[in-house]
């Protein structure tokens, strides 16, 4: 019996943690960005998901580092 393993899923949304983790930042600072109106988001009912593109365009909008 084989057994198949599923790719993982390309998200479209995510959760504010989840955002955090692919990131690689806190999850208070998800949040902290989101109210700064840095990181654009949608709610759905009481929930907050950040859109992929928007997670990409916030990281191709971040400066880079002066030396």
Do not use: H, Q, W
């Not at 990131?23 to 990181?39: C, H």
């Amino acid at each position: 019996m084989s057994t198949a393993i599923a790719a993982p899923v390309d998200r479209l949304l995510y959760k504010p943690e989840e955002a955090a983790e692919a990131l690689a930042i806190g999850r208070s600072t998800v949040y902290e960005l989101m109210t700064a109106g840095a990181l654009k988001y949608i709610k759905l009912g009481r929930t907050r998901r950040i859109r992929r593109a928007d997670l990409e365009a916030y990281v191709e909008n971040l400066p880079p580092a002066s030396n």
